[in-house]
């Protein structure tokens, strides 16, 4: 991606912007009132943390930032919880059964985000999903833990069918 | 609402339950992070529910907690397990690993 001097300049702005923004906000939520003192603090807690977190404000590239954004990431929210819900009524269900239903595995696969933070996102929702684990990431490719390897079907497949679920709405807001 | 509140903290508290208990039962590291991390995460989040239906006031401090949770939880997790793998310590594998521990025992 060959950006110019001027549109990266100005990238660096609106992701400073938005880490501003942000951090603001988790200021006003912890704080829980909106007096005088807590704004004009929270202002400047905002500035510093913004200005020295500057060598990392790339990692907001990956973001689209666009009102369009949000729908994908509402679904994404929902899918996410009905996994979660799910990976713990299925880890209950091994967990209390006597004979330990358990056929471990590890296996690789690619992901088709390209930034460090769709890629983030994904590895964590993962590991959060009913039986499996992220164990490592290097690159595009994940390697991912089995609790219990899907009996009868292909692993490669299978895996590929978990991390679909989420990269279909990741797409629409990380890149 | 009281009773609602008190289902979801129970709820919450059986998660957690759980997940000590998969601490306990499953055969190796990796699945016991497994086991862990989402019983551990759920249950948090439904504490976390069942305090703010008890304490509508708490709301913005408690979504940021959960938010706090959801992101670092597993990233600890793949941490630990990235670090194990590292470190060479294999999955167990079902029936073989077994035999093999207990000719080595």
């Known amino acids: 991606m060959s950006a110019t ?3 990266q300049e100005e990238a660096r702005f609106s992701h400073g912007l938005f880490l501003f923004v942000l951090i603001f906000l988790l200021w006003l939520m912890l704080s829980g009132n909106l007096a005088l003192a807590e704004v004009v603090s929270g202002l400047v807690v905002a500035s510093v943390v913004t200005l020295a ?7 907001f590239s990956g973001l689209r930032l666009s009102p369009a954004a949000i729908l994908p990431f509402i679904s994404y929210l929902a899918v996410f919880l009905a996994a979660l819900i799910r990976a713990n009524l299925d880890m209950a269900r091994r967990v209390l ?40 990431l290097q690159g595009d490719s994940i ?21 679909d679920i989420f990269e279909r709405h990741l797409v629409g807001f990380v890149k | 609402m009281r009773l609602l509140a008190d289902i ?4 919450g508290a059986t998660f ?22 989402k019983a551990v995460t759920l249950g948090a989040l439904s504490l976390l529910l069942g305090i703010g239906l008890l304490y509508p006031e708490w709301w913005s401090k408690l979504l940021v907690i959960a938010l706090m949770i959801l992101v670092t939880n597993p990233i600890g997790s ?7 793998m590292m470190a060479g310590v294999k999955p167990w594998k079902k029936v073989e690993t077994i035999t093999s521990e207990r000719d080595q025992a």
């Open chain 2, 78 to 84: 793949s941490t630990i397990a990235r670090a194990l």
């Open chain 1, 143 to 163: 390697l991912i833990h089995w609790v219990d390897i899907p009996p009868g079907s292909d692993i490669e497949s299978a895996t590929r069918d978990v991390t």
């Open chain 2, 8 to 11: 979801i903290l129970l709820i």
């Open chain 1, 5 to 7: 001097p001027a549109q």
């Open chain 1, 53 to 59: 977190s500057r060598p990392h404000l790339p990692l």
């Open chain 1, 97 to 136: 059964s006597p004979s330990l239903p358990l056929n471990p595995g590890v296996v690789e696969v690619k992901t088709r985000l390209k930034s460090s933070l769709g890629r983030l996102i994904l590895a964590n929702s993962i590991t959060l999903t009913p039986g499996t684990l992220t164990v490592d």
């Open chain 2, 16 to 37: 957690t339950l759980l997940g000590a208990l998969g601490l306990l039962r499953m055969p190796d590291v990796y699945n016991r992070i497994q086991a862990g991390t």
